[in-house]
C-alpha cells in the first residue's frame, strides 16, 4: 500500500555532491526528535543535519526561516491531529518533500497522507537507521523527479502559448458594425477573410451571431468553403454615423484553440507515461519479491528440518550456525513481505 513510487533520473555530478549533507526538519516530541538524531548519525555514507519542531505551528516557524531538504512529521508525538492538518503544512511548502512516521505505515488511514502529499510512511516498528536514511534519500531524489517533469511541462506549455501569443498579435481582428437590429452596417476586409464571404452579401443582412453587449464569448463559423473557423466574440455600444449601434469584434483564435489541444494531449501523455512507469516497477519488485520468498522458504525450511536432526540426534547445543543462518532468513523473509505490501 502507498503511494505510487517516481523512479528518480539520473543525476548529476553536482547534484551528487550535494547529496552529500541534507537537512531534515522533524517534527514530532523531544524523545522521538532525539531518536531519530542517533539514527541518522549512525549513516556514515551521508551527513544530515536536523533541525525540531514539537508541533505543526512550530513546523510552520521554521520552514519560514529555512528550507530543508525533506521534513518527517510523528503522526503520534508531533502534534497533527488528523490529514488535513497535515494537508495545511504541505500546502506552504510544496517544494520540500514530506515523510510520515506513522503506527502502522499500510494502514487505510496512511492512504490520506499520501493523498495529501506524503512521499513515503514509515512505520515506527520499522525504524532503524539504514531504513530511515534510505527513505529520507529517496523522498529527496524522487520530490527532485517530479519536479523536474513538471518544470518541463511547463516549460513546454510556455513555450506553446508563446508561439500562440505570436500568432495571435500578427492578425487583426474583424470588426462589424450593425444597428441595435443587428444589421450589418459595415465590416472591414479581415471580417470578410474570416467569414469568407464578400461585403456586398452580408451589408443590410441581419448578423448571423448573438450580440450581447459587454459579453465574451466563442462563435464556430462555417464558411462557404465549409472550413471551420473558431472566433472570440467581443461586443460594445457605439455611435455609427449618428445613430445608436453595436461593434463587435472578432479574433481568430483556431491556431489558439488547436494548440491547447495538443498541449492537453502532451499533458495527458506524460502523465500516462509516468503512470505505465510506475506499474512497471511495482510488477518487477512484486516478481523479484515473490520469486525471492521461494529461495527463502527453502533456506528456511532445510534450515529447521537441521536444526531438528541435531536436537534428535546430538546432546549438544544448537550449532551457532544454523541459527544465524534462521534467524538471517527470518530478517529477509521481513524484508521480502515488505517489498510484497509495498507492491
Known amino acids: 500500500m502507498g503511494q505510487d513510487p517516481v523512479r528518480a533520473e539520473p543525476v548529476s555530478k553536482q547534484e551528487k555532491q550535494q547529496l552529500q549533507t541534507r537537512s531534515v526538519l522533524v517534527v514530532a516530541d523531544g524523545s522521538r526528535a532525539a531518536q531519530l538524531e542517533r539514527l541518522l548519525r549512525a549513516c556514515d555514507d551521508r551527513s544530515w543535519t536536523q533541525t525540531r519542531a514539537a508541533d505543526p505551528e512550530d513546523a510552520r516557524a521554521c ?6 531538504d525533506v521534513v518527517i512529521c510523528d503522526l503520534v508525538t508531533g502534534g497533527i491531529e488528523d490529514s488535513e492538518a497535515f494537508s495545511s503544512l504541505v500546502a506552504e511548502c ?3 518533500p514530506f515523510v510520515v512516521l506513522a503506527s502502522d505505515a499500510s494502514g487505510p488511514a496512511t492512504e490520506e497522507y499520501y493523498e495529501q502529499g506524503a512521499q513515503e510512511c514509515l512505520a515506527h516498528k520499522e525504524l532503524n537507521g539504514a531504513v530511515l536514511n534510505r527513505t529520507l534519500t529517496g523522498a529527496i531524489a524522487r520530490h527532485r523527479a517530479v519536479r523536474r517533469d513538471i518544470q518541463s511541462l511547463v516549460q513546454e506549455v510556455k513555450s506553446r502559448r508563446e508561439s500562440i501569443r505570436v500568432l495571435v498579435t500578427r492578425k487583426t481582428d474583424a470588426i462589424v458594425i450593425v444597428d ?15 467569414i469568407g464571404r464578400p461585403a456586398s452579401e452580408l451589408i443590410g443582412q441581419r448578423a448571423e451571431f448573438p450580440l450581447v453587449p459587454g459579453e465574451t464569448r466563442e462563435l464556430r463559423l462555417l464558411r462557404n468553403d465549409e472550413a471551420e473557423t473558431i472566433a472570440e466574440l467581443d461586443v460594445v455600444n457605439m455611435e455609427w454615423e449618428g445613430s445608436p449601434g453595436m461593434l463587435a469584434s472578432l479574433r481568430d483564435v483556431t491556431d489558439q484553440r488547436r494548440v491547447e489541444k495538443t498541449c492537453a494531449q502532451l499533458e495527458e501523455e506524460l502523465r500516462l507515461q509516468r ?7 511495482e510488477i518487477l519488485a512484486g516478481g523479484i519479491a515473490h520469486d525471492f520468498n521461494n529461495i527463502l522458504a527453502i533456506i528456511m525450511g532445510n534450515t529447521d528440518m537441521a536444526l531438528l536432526d541435531w536436537e534428535q540426534f546430538s546432546d549438544e547445543p544448537d550449532p551457532e550456525h544454523l541459527t544465524h543462518i534462521k534467524n538471517a532468513s527470518r530478517r529477509a523473509a521481513d524484508l521480502v513481505a515488505q517489498m510484497m505490501a509495498y507492491a
Open 63 to 68: 520552514l519560514a526561516r529555512e528550507h530543508p
Open 94 to 96: 510544496p517544494d520540500v
Open 180 to 194: 441595435l437590429d443587428g444589421n450589418v452596417l459595415y465590416l472591414n476586409p479581415a471580417s470578410e477573410k474570416l
Open 275 to 281: 503512470r505505465q512507469r510506475v506499474e512497471s516497477l
